[in-house]
């Protein structure tokens, strides 16, 4: 993901961190007013040092945006700010001035080729098109429904895709793994011996009726269902190969990349398209969701 913001998403920055000059009265400001000090503890709980840059609060903190951005690291340090500043947590209470300073960075954004979403409740930046709709429907899921771990994996995977697409594939088989585990602990069954991929898929396949060989199914469509139903060993027998192969859970030579955005982006999608499904039959044969988090836990 590294390369550089242009001046339009530093201003657009600028407005959203300080919450605009106060001195208009006839529009609402897109952010919360914050005061120099505030501004300056905003900075420095995203990696960046405030300094001693004169003048008002707008020009000093387009100067110390300025001045982070054409630093060393300055991509991170300009991406920890547009993920604070657009995380809904900031705005507890205030749901219109999220939406709003999250509709103004990704206006600016657009044009370097960025986004802002919030997914699992945080605000996570990303390359447009990096993710799809049954991501975001998977992410929905577990925002509400006790996953946390899967929640975790998504979030790990969706950030790795370009940066680092080695640790992107590893996500993306746990991903898989994590959800096969909490839909056997909710059904009340045991753990398989084998734990990898490959034996939690199997393990949730005859409690989900998704077993390729069941003998239930229309005779017209038989063979094409089971054609599918294979499909699912498949897909999680080839993650599970790729994250062997390629991703960083076995460690990697230094300086060896050995897959690119594409590979790892078709595992995540690959993976979350799985996870979906299963999370979804899941609840079709339960007839009821997922639990709720109880508070505190």
């Not at 609060?57 to 340090?77: M, Q």
């Amino acid at each position: 993901m590294e390369g550089s913001f242009s001046p339009f998403v530093i201003e657009a920055l600028v407005q959203v961190i300080s919450g605009g000059s106060g001195m208009n009265n006839t529009e609402p400001p897109i952010g919360i007013y914050r005061s120099a000090s505030d501004i300056d503890g905003f900075l420095m709980s995203c990696g960046i040092n405030p300094g001693d840059e004169g003048g008002s609060r707008l020009p000093k903190l387009r100067a110390n945006l300025a001045k982070a951005a054409d630093g060393e690291n300055g991509f991170d340090s300009i991406r920890r700010c547009i993920e604070k500043v657009t995380d809904p947590r900031g705005y507890v209470g205030k749901p219109d001035k999220a939406g709003a300073v999250l509709q103004s960075m990704n206006i600016s954004l657009k044009g370097d080729g960025y986004e802002v979403a919030v997914i699992n409740g945080r605000a996570n930046l990303r390359r447009i098109g990096a993710s799809s709709s049954v991501l975001t429907e998977l992410s929905s899921k577990t925002t509400t429904l006790d996953f946390d771990t899967v929640s975790h994996e998504i979030d790990r995977a969706l950030k790795g895709v370009e940066d680092d697409p080695e640790d992107s594939v590893t996500a993306a088989c746990s991903l898989i793994e994590a959800v096969c585990r909490s839909i056997l602990i909710e059904s009340g069954l045991e753990l398989p011996a084998k734990k990898d991929v490959d034996g939690l898929v199997k393990a949730v396949q005859d409690p989900l009726n998704l077993s390729p060989g069941r003998s239930n199914l229309p005779e017209e469509i038989a063979a094409d269902v089971r054609q599918v139903l294979g499909g699912l060993t498949s897909v999680a027998k080839g993650v599970g190969a790729l994250r062997t192969h390629a991703g960083d859970a076995h460690g990697r030579e230094r300086g060896r990349v050995r897959i690119d955005g594409r590979i790892a982006r078709l595992a995540v999608h690959s993976a979350s398209t799985l996870a979906l499904f299963l999370i979804e039959t899941w609840e079709r044969t339960q007839k009821r969701s997922l639990p709720l988090r109880e508070e505190g836990k």
